[in-house]
């Protein structure tokens, strides 16, 4: 009877100290969790302070060319982008679930393009500061900033779905920006009222900043027909990751003229809340109506609160309009990004 009762009273012993050291696992588990979450913070500074900051004192100090810097950009647009949109798409997984993410791509882009330009952009008188204004509206640091925001709360799955999101920016960008830009630029010249409308069409949609649709589409191909993709260009993906950072955020820094800043405070301000305020108002209405996987949701609302993208700037440069406006936008709202916005979403989304 002894040995009985010993036994009944051991087992809920044995039962709570499982539970304890299940519990213990759990703590453990969550606390290494939250280390390389705060451990990958790292990677803003890596890839978009640093490079950022690298551009600016090699413009202070006169060590790089204005020929150069725009050498670096058509590289990273017509060789970086395009090889990271062959291999993206080689394994983008074709599944009806995912369909959804493509769709806010789209949102993302259109959306605060469409009300920049009723509100703000109209109003500018000129066509220099039109073009550039729309690029900063119609483009947010979705790959980039938000894809390693993303990955900071949610590691590869975030960073994923924020790759997915940024890729149909990064189609728009192609067939959408791009010309308006061109618009823009050979409205100010006159080009539009000496040319044909086919020559100008083809201009505005046909030149080597286009090149990165053709690696979309070579990719879809390869996918398509089943085609691994070697082992070894994942590696090449992740070191293009870090080199289109770099190749992109730099030039980006070349251009920031802090003097200048303040001259365009008005549009960004008109930017801030677009990008703070209307679009992430909006983006959220969107996406509790529609049943989404929690961390696609949490995802898409953070790439929602995304500034300006350095492809604003750069597309200005390409096709000579006013760089200093999106420069400006580009400097403010980042700034504000990280050291405000996106700290409230980490301790709110995680």
């Not at 299940?22 to 453990?28: D, V, W």
């Not at 802090?258 to 549009?267: A, E, F, G, I, K």
Request: with cysteine; aromatic share 10%; glycine share 6%.
């Amino acid at each position: 009877m002894e040995r009985i009762h010993h036994q009944s009273h051991a087992a809920p012993r044995r039962l709570l100290a499982a539970k304890r050291a299940g519990s213990h696992r759990q703590r453990r588990r969550a606390a290494k969790k939250e280390g390389l979450s705060m451990l990958r913070i790292l990677f803003v500074l890596t890839d978009l302070v640093a490079p950022l900051a690298c551009g600016y004192f090699l413009k202070q100090h006169r060590l790089l060319s204005q020929r150069v810097n725009d050498c670096l950009i058509r590289f990273n647009i017509i060789i970086v982008n395009t090889l990271l949109a062959l291999l993206a798409f080689w394994v983008l997984p074709l599944d009806r679930s995912l369909l959804i993410a493509p769709l806010f791509g789209c949102f993302l882009v259109l959306f605060p393009g469409l009300i920049g330009y009723a509100l703000f952009a109209r109003r500018l008188k000129s066509p220099l500061d039109r073009g550039a204004y729309m690029g900063s509206a119609l483009l947010a640091n979705l790959g980039t900033l938000g894809g390693v925001c993303a990955f900071i709360l949610y590691n590869e799955q975030g960073f994923a779905y924020a790759q997915l999101v940024a890729t149909i920016q990064n189609f728009l960008l192609c067939i959408v920006v791009f010309p308006i830009a061109q618009y823009y630029h050979m409205k100010t010249t006159g080009s539009l009222r000496q040319t044909s409308r086919l020559r100008s069409l083809r201009d505005m949609f046909l030149s080597p900043n286009q090149l990165c649709v053709l690696g979309m589409a070579a990719g879809l191909t390869l996918n398509a027909l089943g085609i691994e993709r070697p082992a070894i260009l994942g590696a090449l993906f992740q070191s293009l990751v870090h080199i289109g950072a770099w190749s992109a955020m730099l030039p980006v820094g070349f251009f920031i003229d802090l003097r200048t800043t303040r001259r365009y405070l008005p549009h960004i301000h008109s930017l801030t809340a677009l990008r703070f305020l209307i679009t992430p108002a909006a983006t959220l209405l969107l996406a509790t109506l529609l049943p989404l996987d929690p961390i696609l949701r949490n995802t898409i609302i953070i790439l929602s609160f995304a500034p300006p993208a350095l492809n604003a700037v750069l597309s200005a440069r390409l096709y000579r309009l006013n760089v200093n406006l999106p420069a400006a936008s580009f400097l403010v709202t980042t700034a504000a990004f990280l050291l405000i916005i996106f700290p409230i979403l980490f301790f709110l989304l995680r």
